[in-house]
């Protein structure tokens, strides 16, 4: 069997244009899987803001939608 890492389950995902997100994940973490730059977290957190309150606050499950660079 093949083992997949949350890494690369989620950097799939994103392709997809959405991720869900993993235990251990903050917005920093996949803006840098996507855009390669932490900072660009707040694309993230402006597209999802109705999803969410606290950008230090997400939770596994939860799915966002991750705009294109």
Do not use: C, H
Request: charged share 30%; net charge negative; no cysteine.
């Amino acid at each position: 069997d093949r083992v997949e890492s949350p890494f690369q389950r989620v950097i799939r995902e994103m392709e997809d244009g959405q991720a869900t997100i993993q235990p251990g994940f903050t917005l920093w973490k996949l803006a840098e899987l996507k855009y390669g730059f932490g900072m660009r977290y707040v694309q993230i957190f402006e597209a999802n803001r109705d999803s969410i309150k606290d950008p230090d606050l997400i939770y596994p499950g939860q799915v966002f939608q991750i705009p294109e660079k």
